[in-house]
């Protein structure tokens, strides 16, 4: 579950954006939406495999 505190002073939309970033991060609606539907096995290594490729076509930075 997703919570926040509150500070004393600090505006609603300031709590709300904090509790938005929380949740995104926290992979809950990932999570749902993986959980929704049915996806077999053979599309899902599909869908692995591809993007795998993507991640290695990607233009590598340098730190």
Do not use: C, W
Request: charged share 45%; hydrophobic share 35%; proline share 3%.
């Amino acid at each position: 579950m997703v919570g926040i505190q509150i500070g004393e002073n600090e505006s609603i939309d300031k709590a709300l954006r904090r509790f938005k970033k929380k949740y995104e991060r926290s992979g809950v609606l990932k999570e749902f939406k993986k959980r929704t539907f049915y996806v077999k096995p053979s599309v899902k290594k599909r869908m692995e495999k591809l993007k795998a490729i993507r991640r290695a076509q990607r233009p590598v930075e340098s730190v």
